[in-house]
């Protein structure tokens, strides 16, 4: 069995990243079904929130994705939450004006 690295984002009205991250492998499930190897966030454990991280979407950002998943294990799920203008970009036309709103993204290795 490999691994696959597994990129998720999630927005919407949450309590948390566990409460996003619930909803995502609900999803998923339903997607995918409950197979152990699915290659999905299903298979994921939970995620630890990365609270130090560098501008999303910026080269610096992926050379430290890239380093974060270079030593991950297989199942090791990580989470950063968006805020300010990459918050707003992932909000788009849909959540417009709404407040509440949160926006995280998942990324990690599944068992495939």
Request: net charge positive.
């Amino acid at each position: 069995m490999g691994a696959v690295e597994v990129n998720e984002s999630a927005v919407g009205k949450f309590k948390d990243y566990r409460d996003a991250f619930q909803q995502l492998q609900e999803w998923d499930t339903y997607e995918n079904g409950h197979d152990p190897y699915s290659g999905g966030i299903y298979n994921c454990d939970s995620p630890r929130l990365m609270e130090e991280h560098p501008r999303y979407k910026s080269k610096k950002f992926y050379a430290w994705k890239d380093d974060i998943l270079s030593i991950a294990c297989k199942k090791d799920c990580f989470c950063i939450e968006l805020k300010g203008s990459a918050l707003k970009r992932m909000k788009g036309n849909r959540y417009k004006g709404r407040r509440g709103i949160k926006a995280f993204i998942f990324f990690g290795i599944a068992p495939y």
